[in-house]
Every structure is written in C-alpha cells, then in structure tokens.
C-alpha cells in the first residue's frame, strides 16, 4: 500500500508540473484574456482590442528571404528599430508599449482605442507576435515636457520622447506625457498634465522633465519654484526625478557657434533656462541629463548645412521643432545619459 501511493502521487505531482508548464500565461491564470497573437495582423499592421495599460510585445522576425523590419506604433512611437535578419533565418525581439487615452498628447484626440501596431522597414517580415499584459513589476519611464518631446501627431514632426521607446527594451515602458505648447506654469495647472501624471507614478519610476521652451515670460524665481514643485511631486510619490535641460534651438552666429539666447533658451527676462535647471538639480540632489549641452555641442560639429536634418529647416524653415530623423538622435543621447548615469539597467536598454 505505502508503495503504491507513492506511485499515485509521483503520478499526480507530474500530472500538476505538465498542467503548469503547458496552461496558459500568469496573465490569463489570474483571470485575463489569452495571449493576442498573429491573428490580429495583417502584412502591415496589427490591432490588438485591450484596455490601458503596459503591454510587452514579443515577436518573431524573418522568412525565406532576406528581411529588414521596423515596428512603430499608437500615435508614431518607434518602438523597434530595424532589424535585419538574413534569408531562411528568425530572430525574436521584444519591448514593452503604454497604451493610454488619449494615445498621444494629453491635451489631444483620444485615438483609436486599444494597441495599434504598424509594421515597416525595407523588407518587413513578421512571422510571429505575442502581446501579454506587462507585470505590475515592469518599469515605467514618464515624460513630463512640450512639443520637442512629445508623441507629435503629423508628419515631419517627432519629438525625441516618441523615439525613445526603440531603444528600450521588454520590461520598460515610456509613458509620454508632453505636451505641444505648455510651460512649467501651465503644465502643473491642467488637470490633463500633472494632474493626471502624478497619480499614475508608482515607487521607483523615472519621471524626466524637460520644461523650458515656452517659459518665455516666467520670471526666474517661478521657474525655479515650479522646478522644485514637479521635483517634489515626483518624490512624494515614491519616483526619480530627472531633469533634462532643454534641446538647443538651431540659431547660428556668424562664427558658426550657438551662444546666443535664442539658440540657448534665455527668455526675454534674461532668465537663463538651463543654467536654473543645472542649480535646481544641483540643490535637490536631482540627476541631471544636460541635454542643452550635448545638442550645442552636436550642432555645432555638424556646422550650419549639417545640422539642417535634425530639424524641420528644409521642410518648415523651423530651427527649434526636430525631424524623425533629428529626434532619433537626440533619443539617443538621452539613451547614452540614463545608462551612463545608472537610471535603467544596462540589460533593459537596446544598444544596437
């Protein structure tokens, strides 16, 4: 007897192991739809019908021929970069996606509800895709800020915040809340903006603020102050503030440098922007990504004709609003600042 209901229960105990590693995912064993797959795609975009949230996306590129694929999504995010893969070959990437209402500015249309993906590249190849529901665990990156860094709706524009998300990989989200328009007045006084933003932070989420552009008659100690305030908005809910000095505008001297105001973002008041946010940082103990610094600096190198791409010249003859192209790059650096300064964990960052 003893012999056999060993037998029994090593039976049942590998009956349980089978049922678990062949039922579906966490998500759905807590009561959530199955995984969504390839069934909601078509050659060049895919609907998922979910509710808001973070979801992560795993797919499955490559076929029988050469392939280079790129993944955009919701209001123009890019959320993969391209990626090649060679003939008869499949690699799997994947990222993590904030959907929300409205999907892109918060002062903007709701969008289309659910998640919205579009396939792209010279040669798109999706083979598969799955997309789950992200854990309460996944981390989540806010971007507080105005339309230089916004989820912009129209083509040619695109603010850095909207190219950030390809360079991140599954189990980080950005949640993009910048605005076209708004200063650091403004945006702490609309319900849809920091209203919204500050309940959503959750203990150990990065919240990066890049105010500046539209402080054009904010005296300086408002400024400073309205700093301090979002700073201590961000704590109090247990998040990370970071402060981001604002991207130069594209304003030339004739010596080919950009130290003049207007490039520099010194408002009418002679209040110096980045030069307050550089102290704001400095005082509260705040990590800094010195974005003025390293776009003067990039600018610079490529001299008047080279740096008419990052920005809207050619198309708008506007110097302070950034190309898909400008607004890459300047993720970029971005990307370079939080790994260098060990905001997000080098696993969780796409390098490539």
């Not at 123009?76 to 209402?101: D, I, K, M, Q, Y």
């Not at 709701?110 to 999706?126: C, K, N, Q, R, W």
Request: glycine share 10%; aromatic share 6%.
């Amino acid at each position: 007897m003893r012999r056999f209901n060993g037998v029994r229960a090593a039976a049942l105990a590998a009956a349980v192991l089978a049922a678990c590693l062949t039922a579906a995912p966490a998500a759905q064993a807590h009561g959530r739809r199955p995984p969504l797959g390839i069934e909601n795609c078509t050659a060049t975009a895919c609907h998922f019908d979910v509710p808001p949230g973070d979801y992560d996306v795993t797919v499955r590129l490559g076929g029988a021929a050469a392939s280079g694929t790129s993944i955009g999504g919701e209001t123009r995010r890019s959320l993969l970069p391209e990626t090649s893969v060679a003939a008869g070959r499949h690699v799997t990437r994947g990222f993590t996606v904030n959907v929300r209402t409205p999907e892109g500015e918060p002062t903007g249309p709701d969008g289309t509800p659910g998640l919205d993906l579009t396939i792209g590249g010279p040669a798109p190849a999706l083979a598969g895709i799955r997309v789950t529901p992200a854990s309460r665990h996944t981390r989540q990156i806010f971007l507080v800020g105005d339309s230089t860094v916004c989820d912009q709706p129209a083509d040619p524009y695109s603010g850095w915040g909207q190219q950030l998300p390809q360079y991140l990989r599954k189990g980080v989200a950005v949640a993009n809340y910048a605005d076209s328009g708004e200063s650091t007045v403004t945006y702490l006084q609309n319900p849809q903006l920091w209203g919204t933003v500050q309940p959503l932070i959750r203990p150990g989420d990065l919240v990066l603020i890049q105010l500046a552009h539209n402080d054009k008659t904010t005296d300086e100690a408002t400024y400073r102050a309205n700093l301090e305030t979002l700073v201590a908005g961000v704590r109090e809910k247990g998040g990370r503030p970071v402060l981001v000095t604002p991207i130069v505008r594209r304003w030339f001297n004739a010596d080919g440098t950009l130290n003049n105001d207007i490039a520099l973002l010194v408002n009418g008041l002679g209040v110096n922007h980045p030069e307050v946010i550089r102290s704001v940082a400095a005082a509260e103990d705040v990590p800094l990504i010195d974005l003025t610094a390293k776009t003067k600096a990039l600018v610079e190198s490529l001299g008047v004709e080279g740096s008419k791409a990052l920005y809207l010249y050619n198309e708008k003859k506007d110097n302070t609003h950034t190309s898909a192209y400008g607004a890459t790059v300047y993720a970029g650096l971005v990307r370079d600042e939080l790994l260098a300064q060990h905001l997000v964990p080098r696993g969780t960052v796409r390098a490539e």
